[in-house]
Each structure stands twice: as C-alpha cells, then as structure tokens.
C-alpha cells in the first residue's frame, strides 16, 4: 500500500487560510469516509486534529476543517497562527485493513 | 485521561530483534472498543503504521512488516509490547505507541516516542 500523497510544504500569513490535499486512491481515501489528520511539532508526537473526514476531537479548535472529494481529502486551516506552523499528516484507511499515512506537508506561517 | 509512555532498548545491532514497551497510565488496556497500536517515524520521514493489537488480543499487522513483527499484551501490568525481529538499518525510528480508536476515529492519544538506532 502506496502512502498517500501530500505537498511537501505551504505557507500562509497570520491570519490567512490555508488547505492541505492528501490524494490517495478509490483502495483507501476515496472508498472510505475514515480520513485522519494529525498535527506534529518538531520534538513531539503527533496530535489527531480531524477523524472522519471532517469531524474535530473535544479540544480542537473549529479554525481546523476537514473534507473529502472523490479520492482527495483536504485539511483546510484558517486564521492562521504562529502555533500552527509544524507539520500535518493525513492517513486513510485501506481496503486491506490497514492503516496509511501521507508523506507529511511542513506548514510554514510568515 | 490515559497517557502512554514507551521504555526499551535505544540501541539494536542489526539482524537482532528489537523490543519495546508501552506502559498505560489513566485506563486499563482491557476496557473499551480500542486498537492499542504502534507507529513509527524514521528520522526526517513520515509515520508508518505497524500494527495493534485489540482488548479481546486480536492483532493486525502491516502486511509490509508481517514476517517479522508480533504485538503483545500482558494485561497484569496494563502494558503492550513490540517486538521485531532482523532489523536492518531502515528500521531505525522513532517508535510510538498509541490508542486507536478502532479503524474509523484516529489515534489519540500517543506516547512521546523512543528512538531506537540499529547500528552494530
């Protein structure tokens, strides 16, 4: 199972709106409503942002959002903040019952 | 709430097995509808789900590291453990254990992680 694929870095200014994509095939992202994301600081372990495609964990700021189209989920981040810079991993379930993680975009805040 | 903390080796020399334990705190491994998993992050790369294993001890493996991977879980002491064997230099990485919440609803939460380095 290929990971799924995700730009290797974006940036954005205080304030602005940025998206991540995560594409992946009708095997994992586009077959299942069951796409993740995950927040990582340098030095620390990951951090579940979205489940579900869309749906936030109790604590999750709404400035985070998630969605899905055919076989592309996305990761949309607005009013963007310094804390947020770090890096964002999406993952999918997959049709062999496993799970898949993409490569991880670097958000870089201006 | 329920936190992980992973303990083992940090040093494996190749074709030896590396071994690891994550020790749970704040909830027991025997309650709930819960993957307990590991995940690791090679140095500058992205994460790789390994495997879990199930309250009930069903486990699941990635199929890319099946011949050579076994969770288990010794429920006494509420702790799970990893073990994977002929390691080469590629299994260098950051290892991290964590609770999943069965295949649909993510992992949350994670341990800190522990770097283990294979080199002889």
């Known amino acids: 199972q290929s990971a799924l694929t995700q730009p290797a870095s974006v940036s954005g200014s205080p304030g602005q709106s940025i998206t991540i994509s995560c594409t992946g095939t009708?095997?994992?992202?586009?077959?299942?409503?069951?796409v993740s994301w995950y927040q990582q600081h340098p030095g620390n372990a990951p951090k579940l942002i979205i489940y579900?495609?869309?749906s936030r964990p109790s604590g999750v700021s709404n400035r985070f959002s998630g969605s899905k189209s055919d076989n592309t989920a996305s990761l949309t981040i607005s009013g963007l903040q310094a804390g947020d810079e770090g890096d964002y991993y999406c993952?999918?379930?997959?049709?062999?019952?496993?799970?898949?993680f993409g490569g991880g975009t670097k958000l870089t805040v201006l | 709430q329920v936190q992980l903390q992973e303990s083992g080796p940090g040093l494996v020399k190749p074709s030896q097995t590396l071994s690891l334990t994550c020790t749970v705190s704040g909830g027991s491994i025997s309650s709930g509808d819960y993957y307990w998993s590991w995940i690791r992050q090679a140095p500058g790369q992205g994460l790789e789900w390994i495997g879990y294993?199930?309250?009930?001890?069903?486990?699941f493996y990635n199929p890319s590291l099946l011949s050579r991977v076994t969770i288990s879980k010794d429920t006494s002491k509420n702790q799970f453990s990893l073990q994977l064997t002929s390691v080469t230099a590629a299994d260098t990485a950051v290892y991290y254990c964590?609770?999943?919440?069965?295949?649909?609803?993510?992992?949350?939460?994670w341990g800190q992680g522990t770097l283990v380095a294979v080199s002889s």
């Open positions: 579900n495609v869309s």
């Open positions: 294993i199930s309250n009930s001890g069903r486990t």
């Open positions: 993952s999918s379930y997959t049709s062999v019952r496993t799970l898949v």
């Open positions: 009708g095997t994992d992202v586009g077959g299942y409503n069951y």
């Open positions: 964590a609770r999943q919440w069965g295949w649909t609803k993510g992992i949350d939460p």
